[in-house]
């Protein structure tokens, strides 16, 4: 999948991934990007100069706002949509919990098997009897019905890093009238992904943006927008924040903004440097270090490379003794539903892989 449409991408600021490695000074043996992505220096910075501004008691309320809009546009321009089409979140499960309660009363939503909770829970738990329908990831599409109302689904699954063909689930989809609402929290920072493909993209930049938690997105298509009510409107959903302070009489964004939460502050001034990296770099180079490093580990490890390939990389691992002798040769990886997990980004090279190989006997 590649950008499309919409805001302009970032003046890119390197020249590739090799010299945006020096954006991070750690991530040797560091395989998990997958679990929580590590900060930048510049985010590094930035937040410990807001909190010595802050602590000396010159906090910089404008220089938050500035933090929390530059990384709106940021994100549009990863998934190429422009910032009018994306609101700001806390969580994954709040903005799909805002999905949930625009569908219709015991509408069928469907997601794989296994599906991260944030995106499955909210649905089940709805309050509005929607019935909630698994399939396997490989044959989503094949289980899309007349009734289905929603596919909601994460690009690359959590668990075991499956890849889905979202061109198949989506134009199954779209043969029924169907939405589609992708959780891309695994994906935006090595697999490209472009909003205009689905009704809805969800994601949490902790991970693969190297964000720190709580600072999270939702970018929509207009149409889909309509549909939606601002449950969460606060302060930050009027059409200027700064005049919707108090009261009830207020007039909210005539955009995506008015399904803004409350913005993080703290979290969105490490946020924004750490977005602006990602957004300046070629999300193709990305994708093919990311995957290179992946596949040269699969191969040396004899698994099976996948259809379709992943960042992240899994296998049996029942009673966790992989995940032990990785943790035993200083090299953090993490495991899930009965997997080891290991995960290669940008502040990976070669030298990560051979670690882990070694480490495992291999």
């Not at 910032?83 to 009363?105: G, H, K, M, T, Y």
């Not at 930049?205 to 601002?230: H, I, T």
């Not at 994708?287 to 490093?293: D, E, N, P, Q």
Request: proline share 5%; hydrophobic share 50%.
């Amino acid at each position: 999948m590649a950008h499309s449409g919409g805001m302009p991408t970032a003046t890119p600021l390197l020249a590739g991934v090799h010299p945006a490695r020096r954006a991070f000074a750690g991530g040797r043996g560091y395989l998990a990007a997958c679990t929580v992505g590590l900060p930048t220096r510049a985010t590094r910075e930035a937040m410990i100069a807001d909190l010595d501004a802050a602590t000396a008691g010159r906090p910089d309320i404008g220089a938050y706002s500035w933090a929390v809009e530059r990384s709106r546009a940021h994100f549009a321009a990863l998934v190429g949509t422009t910032a009018d089409r994306v609101a700001i979140s806390s969580q994954a499960s709040v903005a799909a919990a805002l999905i949930a309660a625009a569908l219709p009363e015991g509408a069928e939503v469907l997601v794989p098997e296994g599906e991260f909770s944030s995106i499955a829970l909210p649905f089940v738990h709805s309050g509005r009897g929607l019935r909630v329908r698994t399939a396997p990831l490989n044959s989503l599409a094949d289980a899309v019905g007349a009734d289905t109302a929603l596919v909601a689904f994460s690009i690359v699954q959590s668990a075991t890093g499956e890849v889905a063909d979202e061109g198949e689930i989506v134009a199954a989809a779209r043969r029924v009238g169907a939405r589609t609402l992708c959780d891309a929290t695994q994906a935006v920072g090595w697999l490209p992904v472009a909003a205009s493909v689905f009704d809805a993209v969800i994601c949490h930049a902790y991970k693969w943006l190297c964000a720190p938690r709580g600072v999270s997105f939702l970018a929509l298509s207009a149409d889909f927008a309509d549909e939606l009510r601002p449950l969460h409107a606060g302060w930050y959903a009027g059409e200027d924040p700064w005049a919707s302070c108090y009261g009830h009489d207020v007039s909210l964004a005539s955009d995506a903004r008015r399904f803004d939460v409350s913005p993080a502050w703290q979290a969105f001034v490490g946020a924004e440097p750490a977005l602006a990296l990602f957004a300046a770099l070629d999300p193709q180079e990305l994708h093919a270090h990311a995957i290179g490093l992946a596949t040269s580990f699969r191969e040396r490890m004899g698994l099976v490379l996948p259809e379709r390939p992943s960042a992240i990389v899994t296998w049996a691992d029942s009673d966790g003794c992989e995940v032990a002798r990785l943790t035993a040769a200083g090299i953090t990886a993490s495991g899930r539903a009965g997997r080891a997990r290991v995960a290669f980004h940008v502040f990976n090279d070669d030298a990560d892989v051979d670690l882990a190989v070694r480490a495992l006997g291999r």
